[in-house]
T-cell receptor, first 113, second 115 residues
Framework: DVKVTQSSRYLVKRTGEKVFLECVQDMDHENMFWYRQDPGLGLRLIYFSYDVKMKEKGDIPEGYSVSREKKERFSLILESASTNQTSMYLC????????????FGEGSWLTVV | KNQVEQSPQSLIILEGKNCTLQCNYTVSPFSNLRWYKQDTGRGPVSLTI?????NTKSNGRYTATLDADTKQSSLHITASQLSDSASYIC??????????????FGKGTKLSVKP
């Protein structure tokens, strides 16, 4: 069974803290994504990676960075968390064939206080 | 501007009834359209994927249709069950040469199935 695992389901962090959200997939997929989901706004792409060490900015990259040192792992980093980054974060992966299924993790609920 | 609009925003139906969710898009060049189901507090799960040449695709009690001429898709749920209560998200891919970063998400329809 395909699996995208996000390391933390619920986090509470303080303003200014550095936050790491980790995502691991076991399907040998080339593509990995980070989205955030807010009520009324739907899913918005933060960053995506199409290969190890490769990344592209999505629609809302400001305040975020990513790291992909290994094919199976894609990390989202909030350098200095702010309250407007309180959200649900979803990691996803897919193989390189265009039009294929994208698999999502269960989500990480981040609250910044 | 590439956009995906879903209607209704929310819907309440009785268990056993059928329902249809709508998705209109203005995405060009169009590549494919996906429907996802998202249970509350969980990640989205794929239901169907359709390219422009496909006009219907089924997954159990879920049937998606696509009219590429009018740029409309619908998701029909037959004989609804309580477990169908979820948000349903329409996602359209723009074909920009293979990048998977060109997905345009609708805001979803929240379906509640009542006993």
């Amino acid at each position: 069974d395909v699996k995208v695992t996000q390391s933390s389901r619920y986090l509470v962090k303080r303003t200014g803290e550095k936050v790491f959200l980790e995502c691991v997939q076991d399907m040998d997929h080339e593509n990995m994504f980070w989205y955030r989901q807010d009520p009324g706004l739907g899913l918005r792409l933060i960053y995506f990676s199409y290969d190890v060490k490769m990344k592209e900015k999505g629609d809302i990259p400001e305040g975020y960075s990513v790291s992909r040192e290994k094919k199976e792992r894609f990390s989202l980093i909030l350098e200095s968390a702010s309250t407007n980054q309180t959200s649900m974060y979803l990691c996803a992966s897919s193989d390189r064939a265009f039009g294929n299924t994208i698999y999502f993790g269960e989500g990480s609920w981040l609250t910044v206080v | 501007k590439n956009q995906v609009e879903q209607s209704p925003q929310s819907l309440i139906i009785l268990e056993g009834k059928n329902c249809t969710l709508q998705c209109n898009y203005t995405v060009s060049p169009f590549s494919n359209l996906r429907w996802y189901k998202q249970d509350t507090g969980r990640g989205p799960v794929s239901l169907t994927i359709m390219t422009f040449s496909e006009n219907t695709k089924s997954n159990g009690r879920y049937t998606a249709t696509l009219d590429a001429d009018t740029k409309q898709s619908s998701l029909h749920i037959t004989a609804s069950q309580l477990s169908d209560s979820a948000s349903y998200i329409c996602v359209v891919s723009a074909n920009y040469g293979g990048s998977q970063g060109n997905l345009i998400f609708g805001k979803g329809t929240k379906l509640s199935v009542k006993p």
